[in-house]
């Protein structure tokens, strides 16, 4: 079955080093939407973008090749990639001779294609530091504002309030303070959120103590920002709204998901964290 439980996360596993499909542990993306009242057609575009900084595998001579991999993975994607499954399918090729960069993004390519349900794109870099800066996400940072704190979770809506007088803003605010939590593992995820949005102004204050009450919530990367873009919608009613967040990595990989009413390709800042 794919569901949380029956995935690889939280179980001893023997790490493979040959190359193995199905290892990739694809989960169905629509029972969580179906809780946030999300159905096709879908209200947001976007799409998942994963780094991969453990990637490698063998040249012709046997000799170890390493590189850094993005990958993009639509959110219009019937399910997403369980995190440790993937991370064990790209251990797979470390002791696999590969002829070059080329076959191995086409075998990328096809087996996450086939997990996901829908083309992914694949981006193999050089392990080097050059082409690899560290930048902050623009906007305005709302972390240091002088708000009292006591709600933790499960997430509160109705902390997101519209200013009195303000009219119609666009802003990009955001927060280094979200954290959610595997929901199977229960192990911490760290991360940075961006809220981009032209509509009537969002109350800084309440959107801080929003983000915060995911801290002891159980729910997948993906599936967190998704709930953040329909609750700022229900509640605030832009006129334009974008959410990207930036996890910190683990096991080698970190997810970012970006969810727009735009069609616009995110680009992929890496934060000082990651």
Known sequence: MSTPEHSPLGK??????????SLLFP?????????IGV??????????????Y???????????????????????SPNIIESKSF?????????????????????LTRDLSAAAGAPVAV??????????????????????????????GPPRADHLVMEDG????????????LRSNCPVTGQPDWGSVQVRYRGAAIDHAGLLRYLVSFRNHN??????????????MQRCRPEQLSVYARYTRRGGLDINPYRSTGKETPGNPRGARQ
Request: net charge negative; hydrophobic share 40%.
């Open 12 to 21: 001893t596993t023997v790490y493979a080093d040959r190359y193995d499909p």
């Open 219 to 232: 729910e997948f990367h993906e599936q967190c920002v998704e709930r953040i873009f329909v609750d700022v």
């Open 27 to 35: 989960i169905p993306r629509q029972a969580k939407r179906d809780e």
């Open 54 to 76: 453990e990637l490698s595998w063998l040249d012709e001579r046997g000799k170890p090749v390493v590189a850094l991999a993005e990958f993009r993975v639509p959110a219009t």
């Open 123 to 152: 981006t193999l870099t050089d392990a080097q530091a050059r082409g690899h800066a560290v930048t902050d996400l623009d906007g305005l940072l709302v972390d240091e504002l002088p708000v009292d704190i006591d709600d933790y």
């Open 87 to 107: 991370k064990l399918y790209l251990n797979g090729f470390s002791q696999e001779r590969v002829t070059d960069r080329g076959e191995l993004v086409a075998t």
């Open 166 to 177: 303000k009219g119609v803003v666009e802003e990009t605010l955001v927060s280094n303070l």
């Open 39 to 52: 159905t096709e057609p879908l209200p947001f575009h976007g799409e998942d973008v994963w780094n991969a």
